[in-house]
Nanobody, 124 residues
Framework: QVQLVESGGCLVQPGGSLRLSCAAS????????LGWYRQCPGKQRELVAS???????VYGDAMEVRFTIYRNNIMTTVYLQHNTRKPEDTAVYYC??????????????????WGQGTEVTVFS
């Protein structure tokens, strides 16, 4: 399994940029995708962006305009650059890791791990 810890959330004004970070630990060798999701107040969790081991990225609807996802080479840290913040970006941002590993009995396992979330509040 993989453990994820997010950081960088805060109370900010509109405009400018903000970077969120997520550190992965545990079975990180098996990680093949890291991503960021968010849950705005009263809404369902949605994809912001994800990135794979080969650098391919996927962005949620209308997310690519103001968000950029990138990672370190060994897939243990993923970042979300948030540009031109708006009040509707207020949300809890969650880190996600997907991958596979072999357990202690050599059984193939997959995982889909989540962090606890980091809160971003954009106020005007």
């Amino acid at each position: 399994q993989v453990q994820l810890v997010e950081s960088g959330g805060c109370l900010v004004q509109p405009g400018g940029s903000l970077r969120l970070s997520c550190a992965a630990s545990g079975e990180t060798v098996g990680v093949h995708a890291l991503g960021w999701y968010r849950q705005c107040p009263g809404k369902q969790r949605e994809l912001v962006a994800s990135i794979t081991t080969d650098g391919s990225t996927v962005y949620g609807d209308a997310m690519e305009v103001r968000f950029t996802i990138y990672r370190n080479n060994i897939m243990t840290t993923v970042y979300l650059q948030h540009n031109t913040r708006k009040p509707e970006d207020t949300a809890v941002y969650y880190c996600n890791a997907q991958g596979q590993y072999y357990d202690s009995r050599s059984m193939f396992r997959t995982f889909d791990s989540w962090g606890q979330g980091t809160e971003v509040t954009v106020f005007s």
